[in-house]
């Protein structure tokens, strides 16, 4: 089969051996897969893979074969795929041996994959393929940092700095169909329209004095992903008491905080990454309920996936990149 691989220092399309389906498993034609900012990090801290890794966490597709055992699903069902693996009970943080799919083990950007029956759910059937292939790893880091960790409520307000990323999009739809205020910040005045459009009440420069743009505004709750470069500027706006969620950091690491700032604002800081199963089920019932469609930014096809990670690491996307499965 056809896949998008991660070989010595390599990325590269070729040709490789589709993976026999053993008991409790299920092989799924791909239609589509999403991509996301893990699948270009993979081969930088992973530096040489002898062996070719298909990358790619996300996807969605036609069950075509299933395993000694395997009662959930039937070969012709529609599906997609959950990249959190061995977590399946909402908990406080991932349980012991947690992983996600693409690294150890193959991932989505292939024309087949071979996983186990308890990593697939039902494929929304008011989505279509690409917006069905973009939808889990981003839409469940969003839901979860949004509801499980920053407990949003109806007529509270939500600031996210980075307008442009797939969990943004996400997360502004989830946060107005809860009843919240949603604040974006974005370097580009287009990405900044186009969040206003999806939802946002304001978009403002991520470079402007946000103390000054968002003079009488109460901030509930910070989600971040940005890390060092708008952790204390988040902080410097967010009310007393207030919690900021963070869930990435696409700049530095590490930050500096005043410590006594901090426990004199008795601000409170949570960490996020993916969800649960049961999360993601949940995310799904809400995302049916409110009709939500994942942004799709843009397309390419599985042979150029490439030009697709070079697309995103130049941060040209507003939304999701999906791949296109023949």
Do not use: C
């Not at 599906?79 to 991932?94: C, D, M, Q, R, T």
């Not at 690409?130 to 979860?144: C, F, I, K, N, Q």
């Not at 949004?146 to 307000?157: C, M, N, P, S």
């Amino acid at each position: 089969m056809k896949a998008f691989v991660h070989q010595g220092k390599e990325l590269k399309y070729t040709d490789i051996a589709e993976q026999q389906v053993m008991k409790g498993k299920v092989k799924v034609q791909l239609k589509s897969a999403g991509l996301n900012h893990r699948d270009l990090n993979i081969p930088i801290r992973r530096g040489e893979h002898q062996e070719p890794l298909v990358l790619g966490s996300d996807g969605a597709g036609i069950v075509v074969e299933v395993g000694e055992g395997v009662t959930s699903v039937s070969a012709g069902d529609e599906v997609i795929l959950n990249p959190g693996i061995g977590w399946f009970k909402n908990s406080e943080a991932p349980p012991q041996g947690f992983e996600i799919l693409g690294m150890p083990d193959h991932g989505s950007f292939a024309e087949f994959i071979t996983i186990s029956s308890g990593q697939v759910e039902r494929k929304p059937e008011y989505l279509n393929w690409d917006e069905a292939g973009v939808l889990a790893l981003s839409a469940l880091t969003g839901y979860r940092a949004l509801f499980t960790k920053g407990g949003i409520q109806a007529g509270e307000t939500v600031f996210i700095p980075g307008a442009g990323s797939g969990v943004a999009t996400f997360l502004i739809q989830f946060a107005k169909a809860a009843g919240a205020k949603v604040i974006v910040t974005s370097r580009s005045e287009k990405k900044q329209n186009k969040a206003v459009e999806i939802g946002a009440d304001k978009a403002i420069d991520t470079n402007s004095n946000w103390q000054d743009e968002l003079a009488g505004e109460q901030i509930d709750l910070v989600i971040d992903s940005v890390g060092r470069a708008t952790f204390n500027r988040s902080l410097d706006i967010l009310k007393k008491g207030g919690k900021i969620v963070s869930f990435g950091a696409t700049t530095e690491d590490e930050i500096t905080i005043n410590i006594r700032k901090f426990f004199y604002g008795q601000y409170q800081l949570f960490g996020s990454t993916m969800g649960s199963r049961e999360e993601l089920r949940e995310l799904l019932q809400f995302m049916e309920k409110h009709q939500i469609h994942p942004i799709v930014g843009s397309v390419f096809d599985l042979k150029d996936t490439e030009a697709a990670f070079d697309y995103l690491e130049a941060a040209k996307q507003f939304g999701k990149i999906a791949l296109r499965i023949s």
